[in-house]
């Protein structure tokens, strides 16, 4: 086999020099010349062979220190330079050599000191071209973490070399990566992997004995010594981090942990395990880490089962739809129903949703699935139409998927025209989590579909992060609280139903109706009535039921919505609550302790005070229908004498007034005349409007 010629390029305004050199390069190499930098570029861009180059510093047009220049801002700028030159000064050499000049010969050449120069940096370049090939093959080129190949390959040495060590392989990810980058874009999507790259690489610089690298688009792996503190501790920087990291969206990762209790399995296997264990956190807001438990892998095969039979399930109508009322708590009679999916399996029986929605949510079978929901709920609307039913709101449930599909305002347009369906019959539910995952994609969404008449229920109220956030930013329609709300550690002092009142009673100022779900006891029903919830829906009421169950439980009942029971409540609202200059000068220009009231069930407290108020009674004092809050320092004799003023000014909705005697801090007694006026009601309580004057304060001062 003929041994391999490599080129050099020559580059020499002296056409002597050129000869010479020709002459003694040709008997190894290939020899092209030029007569100046920008021919010898010219060149390179068109023959792209070249090995070496032999570069003259002093020449016309352009000289050899602006060539290395251009060289090395080129695609060529790996090519070894030996610079040629009569000058034998230090200066020059060391100029040469900062401008990227690989060696350096002085003339008169001597052909055998040239030839093996030349031959030394073709085989250094060649090393270091071999060297970055092989690099390039192990690592990934966005973030220079070791490549899946090389981390299984690494791993397999590390675990082989310390036998006695137990080691932990460790996989995460983004929940819904793809999302993040379509829409911050694919640069900014670039920039969160190198951070994330980097926080892994800081972590691992911090272990004795550990492999990483970055498996494929947004998935990493370490391994490390098993130690359950330290992976939680990195698990739980590594989220933390992420939140910071972009406060506009929120970033989910995952992680799955498999304990290598058998080191000699493939690395393939462990990561397969690894990623098991990370799907068990997909869609969670709690849980961000998990271990592989050998279960997993059979609840992995119960799942292909389910997607392998997915298609012709939907094509064969096997999922119906089930209907669960919600019901008109003042009333307690029915008011519409919340559609749900069940699959009808033919050999099965009736399959659990909760077994086959986050298989569908997980591979995006979800979206076809609801449009199926949507379109049966619509023909069942457009049915009882026919039949002369006037029927009450059929909500549907709607996956974060399809909240990103930019046809979605289209589609359902479209089917309820098709059908002849008002939008406000068919309601749309989606779950606050969804709205966490996107806020900005979410609202513009909501605003649309809003715009296009339909009726947005919050699913799940309260199980996120950002509740308040999400009631400030989103005009949403309906809220749907759970009562597992009402759960926990803190339920049996009460916390959480204060909780609960709060926020009905905040969703009423701002004229939100509220549905508790989940209701089953008769308890739950009383309380519910108590603080003034407007709907329910749950077992003590009805179960999820087919529609022919439905249709006979409402036949002949007239499903009529909870009424309101506000009275002047917007001009209420933008009074009570503003904070405008405007209102404040006005409120706080009155010379006399004022505040405003809300008055029920026989109690009242303090919504807001003036600036005279705190400066009477002092700042955060109150007076109130509770005889053990600090602020009230009523007898029972002088508050059951200013109930009986709130009770008529609220009956009556006149004017009232009482005198009565309040003690001071200090034990002293005051008199004190109040002053009532009625305002305006909201869906719990009538709000008055309270003047208090100092009956021992001479008239006038």
């Given at each position: 086999?003929?041994?391999?010629?490599?080129?050099?390029?020559?580059?020499?305004?002296?056409?002597?020099?050129?000869?010479?050199?020709?002459?003694?390069?040709?008997?190894e190499?290939?020899?092209l010349?030029?007569?100046?930098?920008?021919?010898a570029?010219?060149?390179?861009a068109?023959?792209?062979n070249?090995?070496?180059?032999?570069?003259?510093i002093?020449?016309?047009?352009?000289d050899g220190?602006?060539?290395?220049?251009?060289?090395?801002?080129?695609?060529?700028?790996?090519?070894?330079?030996?610079?040629?030159?009569?000058?034998?000064?230090?200066?020059?050499?060391q100029?040469?050599l900062?401008?990227?000049?690989?060696?350096?010969v002085?003339?008169p050449?001597?052909?055998?000191?040239?030839?093996?120069?030349?031959?030394?940096?073709?085989?250094?370049?060649?090393?270091?071209?071999?060297?970055?090939?092989?690099?390039?093959?192990?690592?990934?080129?966005?973030?220079?973490?070791?490549n899946?190949?090389?981390?299984?390959?690494?791993?397999?040495?590390l675990?082989?070399?310390?036998?006695?060590?137990?080691?932990?392989?460790?996989?995460?990810?983004?929940?819904?990566?793809?999302?993040f980058?379509?829409?911050w874009?694919?640069?900014?999507?670039?920039?969160?992997l190198?951070?994330?790259?980097?926080?892994?690489?800081?972590?691992?610089g911090?272990?004795?004995f550990?492999t990483?690298?970055?498996?494929?688009?947004?998935?990493?792996?370490?391994?490390?010594?098993?130690?359950?503190?330290?992976?939680?501790?990195?698990?739980?920087?590594?989220?933390?981090g992420?939140?910071?990291?972009?406060?506009?969206?929120?970033?989910?990762?995952?992680?799955?942990?498999?304990?290598?209790?058998?080191?000699?399995?493939?690395?393939?296997?462990?990561f397969?395990c690894?990623?098991?264990a990370?799907?068990?956190c997909?869609?969670?807001?709690i849980t961000?880490l998990?271990?592989?438990?050998?279960?997993m892998?059979?609840?992995?095969l119960?799942?292909?089962?389910?997607?392998?039979?997915?298609?012709?399930?939907?094509d064969?109508?096997?999922?119906?739809v089930?209907?669960?009322?919600?019901?008109?708590l003042?009333?307690?009679?029915?008011?519409?129903?919340?559609?749900?999916?069940?699959?009808?399996?033919?050999?099965?029986?009736?399959?659990?949703?909760?077994?086959?929605?986050?298989?569908?949510?997980?591979?995006?079978?979800?979206?076809?699935?609801?449009y199926?929901?949507?379109?049966k709920?619509?023909?069942?609307?457009?049915?009882?139409?026919?039949?002369g039913?006037?029927?009450?709101?059929v909500?549907?449930?709607m996956?974060?998927?399809?909240?990103?599909?930019?046809?979605?305002?289209?589609m359902?347009?479209?089917?309820?025209?098709?059908?002849?369906?008002p939008?406000?019959?068919?309601?749309?539910?989606?779950?606050?989590?969804?709205y966490?995952?996107?806020?900005?994609?979410?609202?513009?969404?909501?605003l649309?579909?809003?715009?296009?008449g339909?009726?947005i229920?919050m699913?799940?109220?309260?199980?996120?992060?950002?509740?308040l956030?999400?009631?400030?930013?989103?005009?949403v329609?309906?809220?749907?609280?759970?009562?597992?709300f009402?759960?926990?550690?803190?339920?049996?002092?009460?916390r959480?139903?204060?909780?609960?009142?709060?926020?009905?009673?905040?969703?009423?100022?701002?004229?939100?109706?509220?549905?508790?779900?989940?209701?089953?006891?008769?308890?739950?029903v009383?309380?519910?009535?108590?603080?003034g919830?407007?709907?329910?829906?749950?077992?003590?009421?009805?179960?999820?039921?087919p529609?022919?169950?439905?249709?006979?439980?409402?036949?002949?009942?007239?499903?009529?919505?909870?009424?309101?029971?506000?009275?002047?409540?917007?001009?209420?609202?933008e009074?009570?609550?503003?904070?405008?200059?405007?209102?404040?000068?006005?409120?706080?220009s009155?010379?006399q302790?004022?505040?405003?009231y809300?008055?029920d069930?026989?109690?009242?407290?303090?919504?807001r005070?003036?600036a005279?108020?705190?400066?009477f009674?002092g700042?955060?004092?109150?007076?109130?229908?509770?005889?053990?809050?600090?602020?009230?320092?009523l007898?029972t004799?002088?508050l059951?004498?200013?109930?009986?003023?709130?009770?008529?000014?609220?009956?009556?909705?006149?004017?009232?007034?009482?005198?009565?005697?309040?003690?001071?801090?200090?034990g002293?007694?005051?008199?004190?005349?109040?002053d009532?006026?009625y305002w305006g009601?909201?869906?719990?309580?009538k709000?008055?409007?309270?003047l208090?004057?100092?009956?021992?304060q001479?008239?006038?001062?």
């Amino acid at each position: 086999m003929a041994k391999e010629r490599f080129t050099v390029l020559i580059v020499e305004d002296q056409p002597m020099n050129r000869e010479i050199l020709r002459n003694i390069v040709e008997t190894e190499y290939d020899v092209l010349e030029a007569e100046n930098g920008r021919d010898a570029l010219a060149l390179l861009a068109r023959r792209k062979n070249v090995s070496a180059i032999l570069l003259d510093i002093v020449m016309p047009v352009m000289d050899g220190y602006t060539f290395l220049k251009k060289l090395a801002e080129s695609p060529f700028s790996s090519l070894p330079v030996i610079v040629i030159t009569g000058d034998k000064d230090e200066a020059t050499e060391q100029k040469a050599l900062d401008y990227g000049a690989w060696d350096f010969v002085s003339k008169p050449y001597q052909p055998n000191i040239l030839l093996l120069r030349l031959k030394n940096v073709i085989v250094r370049s060649q090393y270091y071209l071999i060297s970055e090939m092989q690099y390039a093959y192990e690592h990934d080129t966005l973030t220079g973490l070791c490549n899946r190949a090389r981390f299984f390959a690494d791993t397999r040495k590390l675990l082989d070399s310390h036998p006695g060590i137990r080691f932990a392989l460790m996989r995460m990810d983004i929940d819904q990566f793809h999302i993040f980058n379509s829409y911050w874009g694919e640069e900014e999507g670039n920039r969160l992997l190198r951070y994330m790259a980097d926080e892994l690489r800081r972590f691992a610089g911090t272990q004795e004995f550990c492999t990483y690298g970055r498996i494929n688009a947004d998935t990493f792996c370490l391994c490390i010594p098993y130690d359950a503190d330290v992976i939680e501790r990195y698990a739980e920087a590594t989220r933390r981090g992420l939140a910071d990291y972009n406060r506009n969206y929120l970033i989910e990762p995952s992680f799955g942990v498999y304990i290598i209790t058998h080191p000699e399995i493939k690395i393939e296997a462990m990561f397969e395990c690894a990623m098991l264990a990370a799907k068990e956190c997909k869609g969670s807001f709690i849980t961000h880490l998990r271990y592989y438990q050998p279960e997993m892998n059979e609840k992995v095969l119960r799942e292909q089962h389910i997607v392998n039979e997915m298609q012709h399930a939907l094509d064969a109508e096997e999922f119906v739809v089930y209907l669960q009322p919600k019901y008109n708590l003042r009333s307690e009679t029915p008011y519409g129903a919340e559609a749900l999916i069940r699959w009808k399996h033919p050999e099965r029986g009736l399959v659990s949703p909760g077994e086959f929605i986050p298989v569908f949510e997980r591979n995006g079978f979800i979206g076809k699935v609801d449009y199926y929901m949507w379109e049966k709920v619509c023909a069942l609307l457009r049915r009882w139409i026919d039949q002369g039913v006037e029927p009450a709101p059929v909500s549907v449930n709607m996956s974060r998927v399809n909240l990103y599909n930019p046809n979605l305002i289209a589609m359902l347009t479209e089917l309820v025209h098709r059908y002849g369906i008002p939008p406000r019959l068919l309601n749309l539910e989606l779950t606050e989590s969804a709205y966490m995952e996107n806020p900005s994609v979410m609202e513009k969404a909501i605003l649309g579909l809003q715009k296009a008449g339909f009726i947005i229920l919050m699913d799940d109220f309260g199980s996120g992060y950002s509740s308040l956030n999400t009631l400030k930013n989103i005009p949403v329609d309906v809220l749907k609280i759970d009562m597992k709300f009402l759960s926990g550690e803190a339920a049996a002092a009460g916390r959480n139903e204060c909780i609960l009142a709060s926020v009905i009673r905040m969703a009423g100022w701002l004229e939100i109706p509220v549905i508790m779900e989940g209701v089953e006891t008769q308890n739950q029903v009383e309380f519910l009535k108590s603080i003034g919830c407007g709907y329910v829906q749950g077992y003590y009421f009805a179960k999820p039921m087919p529609v022919a169950d439905y249709e006979a439980l409402v036949r002949g009942v007239q499903q009529i919505p909870a009424q309101s029971l506000s009275d002047n409540h917007r001009a209420m609202t933008e009074t009570i609550w503003s904070a405008s200059p405007q209102i404040n000068l006005l409120f706080n220009s009155i010379r006399q302790p004022a505040g405003i009231y809300e008055f029920d069930n026989g109690g009242f407290h303090t919504l807001r005070v003036n600036a005279s108020f705190n400066s009477f009674f002092g700042y955060g004092e109150s007076i109130s229908s509770d005889l053990e809050s600090a602020g009230s320092r009523l007898s029972t004799q002088s508050l059951q004498t200013v109930l009986a003023a709130f009770r008529k000014t609220a009956e009556t909705r006149e004017s009232s007034r009482c005198d009565y005697v309040q003690l001071r801090p200090d034990g002293s007694k005051i008199s004190l005349r109040l002053d009532l006026q009625y305002w305006g009601a909201n869906e719990k309580a009538k709000i008055l409007f309270a003047l208090f004057t100092d009956l021992q304060q001479p008239v006038g001062r």
